[in-house]
């Protein structure tokens, strides 16, 4: 499975951002996908999760109110819908495939190559 993500940028405070990845490979719409994040210094963060189906979704307590997965499995696209956001908000973005939406940072299994997120005050 290959995994590319894109869509980052630089905004402002308070903008919004959709992320996308694009999967390819076998079986790839038979892994839940998710995204992470790593923002400089620190280590990396999970985000959300959805399941290979789209039916669930699991997100960090910490951006539940912000941030929306979704999935096209017709495009073999995950996308990473961001609103209202922070400077804090600052990092690279990664998605991955695991076999399922929970425990993500211990068991993804395929990695995109990231993409970076700036958000100016």
């Known amino acids: 499975v290959q995994l590319q993500a894109s869509g980052g940028g630089l905004v402002q405070a308070g903008g919004s951002l959709r992320l996308a990845c694009a999967a390819s490979?076998?079986?790839?719409?038979?892994?839940?996908m998710g995204w992470f994040r790593q923002a400089p210094g620190k280590g990396r963060e999970f985000i959300a999760g959805?399941?290979?189906?789209?039916?669930?979704?699991n997100y960090a307590s910490s951006v539940k109110d912000r941030f929306t997965i979704s999935r096209d499995n017709a495009n073999n696209t995950v996308f990473l819908q961001i609103h209202g956001l922070k400077p804090e908000d600052t990092a690279v973005y990664y998605c991955?495939?695991?076999?399922?939406?929970?425990?993500?940072?211990?068991?993804?299994?395929?990695w995109g190559q990231g993409t970076q997120v700036t958000v100016s005050s």
């Open positions: 959805i399941s290979w189906r789209g039916d669930t979704t």
């Open positions: 991955a495939a695991a076999p399922s939406p929970y425990r993500m940072h211990l068991t993804s299994r395929y």
């Open positions: 490979g076998r079986f790839v719409n038979s892994y839940a």
